[in-house]
């Protein structure tokens, strides 16, 4: 193929289009770099056949870009790479609730990407672990251990400059079938832009894959989560959360691969607050690289865990078309949080990552990974409004951490004790 290819597997539908082919782009929907195309994919691979026709777009749909525009001029000038970050999980405990609301009962979270939105709004594909489900105050806002956030947290992270948001955790139906329609309805009503993966108010969603083109590139993007802490499905919506069930993908990974040049894998998985892969991660990841999953973007643990490539015996990095070469972070940690645990390990939970991924066609012209690395990232909490935000590691002095909260928490907490943590976790890799 030419042009790869960002599929994002289901999500809360903005159209009520029966076509094959859907158009709901991010600022302009007749822009090339941002056309999403819908390609259903039913649920068992046994059925691969009847889905495996290739979509065409319609040629309308490719008209160019705003005139001046970054993507514009980067397609123009022969610059296809694209830069993909992601970060981990937006846990909102009761603290964090209670700093984003003002006086007069509004609440607004700005204040926790301030620090980080030049990067996340200068990237050509920004991804987030929404970890809490935005069921609305209507639902009672909560934190742990059942979570609910009001729609502002949203807000904040559509004004941030994220494009996708992965849904599929699990506290995802803390707030049972109403707070899953809810966010469903809140983000087609609110933000059609953003992309929402892993939750679905429709059963075509759970059987579709939704392919988004930015610089002419394709990429298929995949979330999943392990469970929904032993709160069923609705009965009625057996399909509203995307599981890490492996019949399911298994068949997404082999229409990934069939459809788009590049696939990313956002997997809810692993052991919460331990420093690296389980043994279930390590299954899955197997699974993710025999179907062609490309990288993957892992969640849920709380603390970070290692970057590992895995290689296969073609030198450089290639596209994996089946056990081949796939960059896998097994966990981003938390992004933002307020924990209320206490003692040894608590300041792991203040650390987490934005990957930064770069890709783009090698000289077959197969899109590759073409540069990886992460940074480090430090909560910072303090009682009173707009008390709690996220730095890069690397701009947190020894001054800002001794006036952060959770150092009464867990005494060991220091700017020092959190770049020793990165160095153990990702050696040389991360800045």
């Known amino acids: 193929m030419t042009a790869a290819v960002i599929a994002v597997l289901s999500g809360c539908a903005?159209?009520?289009?029966?076509?094959?082919?859907?158009?709901?782009?991010?600022?302009?929907?007749?822009?090339?770099?941002?056309?999403?195309?819908?390609?259903?994919?039913?649920?068992?691979?046994?059925?691969?056949?009847?889905?495996?026709?290739?979509?065409?777009?319609?040629?309308?749909?490719?008209?160019?870009?705003?005139?001046?525009?970054?993507?514009?001029?980067?397609?123009?000038?022969?610059?296809?790479?694209?830069?993909?970050?992601?970060?981990?999980?937006?846990?909102?405990?009761?603290?964090?609730?209670?700093?984003?609301?003002?006086?007069?009962?509004?609440?607004?979270?700005?204040?926790?990407?301030?620090?980080?939105?030049?990067?996340?709004?200068?990237?050509?594909?920004?991804?987030?672990?929404?970890?809490?489900?935005?069921?609305?105050?209507?639902?009672?806002?909560?934190?742990?251990?059942?979570?609910?956030?009001?729609?502002?947290?949203?807000?904040?992270?559509?004004?941030?400059?994220?494009?996708?948001?992965?849904?599929?955790?699990?506290?995802?139906?803390?707030?049972?079938?109403?707070?899953?329609?809810?966010?469903?309805?809140?983000?087609?009503?609110?933000?059609?832009?953003?992309?929402?993966?892993?939750?679905?108010?429709?059963?075509?969603?759970?059987?579709?894959?939704?392919?988004?083109?930015?610089?002419?590139?394709?990429?298929?993007?995949?979330?999943?989560?392990?469970?929904?802490?032993?709160?069923?499905?609705?009965?009625?919506?057996?399909?509203?959360?995307?599981?890490?069930?492996?019949?399911?993908?298994?068949?997404?990974?082999?229409?990934?691969?069939?459809?788009?040049?590049?696939?990313?894998?956002?997997?809810?998985w692993g052991t919460e607050y331990r420093l690296e892969p389980d043994k279930s991660q390590e299954k899955w990841a197997g699974i993710f690289r025999e179907y062609g999953a490309d990288l993957v973007l892992g969640t849920h643990p709380h603390v970070i865990e290692p970057v590992v490539l895995m290689e296969d015996e073609t030198s450089g990095i290639t596209n994996n078309h089946g056990n081949g070469d796939m960059l896998v972070y097994y966990s981003l940690g938390n992004f933002v949080n307020w924990t209320s645990g206490t003692g040894s390990g608590v300041a792991n939970r203040m650390v987490g990552g934005m990957a930064e991924v770069t890709v783009g066609p090698d000289d077959k012209g197969e899109i590759t990974v073409r540069d990886y690395g992460v940074r480090a990232l430090v909560c910072h909490v303090q009682k009173g409004y707009g008390g709690v935000t996220v730095y890069p590691l690397s701009a947190y002095s020894e001054t800002m951490a001794s006036q952060n909260e959770i150092i009464g928490q867990d005494p060991a907490f220091s700017a020092e004790y959190c770049n020793n943590l990165c160095n153990n976790v990702w050696g040389t890799l991360w800045h």
Not at 65 to 87: C, F, H, P, W, Y
Not at 90 to 96: A, W
Not at 194 to 222: H, W
């Open 14 to 268: 903005d159209t009520e289009s029966a076509h094959p082919v859907s158009f709901s782009g991010k600022a302009e929907p007749s822009s090339a770099e941002e056309v999403l195309f819908r390609g259903e994919v039913s649920p068992m691979p046994a059925e691969e056949d009847a889905k495996v026709a290739e979509e065409t777009a319609d040629p309308a749909s490719e008209s160019p870009q705003t005139e001046g525009s970054k993507s514009d001029s980067d397609v123009l000038a022969g610059n296809r790479d694209l830069t993909i970050v992601m970060v981990g999980d937006i846990l909102l405990h009761t603290p964090v609730e209670e700093a984003a609301r003002d006086e007069s009962g509004k609440y607004n979270y700005d204040f926790i990407f301030q620090n980080l939105k030049n990067e996340i709004a200068g990237a050509d594909l920004a991804i987030v672990n929404e970890e809490v489900i935005i069921g609305g105050e209507e639902l009672g806002i909560s934190g742990y251990p059942a979570f609910n956030a009001p729609d502002e947290i949203g807000d904040a992270l559509a004004g941030a400059g994220f494009d996708v948001v992965c849904h599929a955790t699990n506290h995802v139906l803390d707030k049972g079938k109403k707070g899953l329609l809810h966010a469903c309805e809140y983000w087609d009503r609110n933000h059609p832009e953003i992309t929402v993966a892993g939750i679905n108010d429709r059963e075509e969603e759970y059987r579709d894959i939704t392919i988004l083109e930015k610089k002419g590139i394709r990429i298929a993007i995949l979330n999943y989560t392990y469970g929904t802490n032993g709160i069923p499905v609705p009965s009625d919506m057996p399909w509203a959360v995307d599981l890490l069930d492996k019949d399911k993908v298994i068949s997404d990974l082999q229409y990934a691969e069939a459809h788009a040049d590049l696939t990313v894998v956002c997997p809810h």
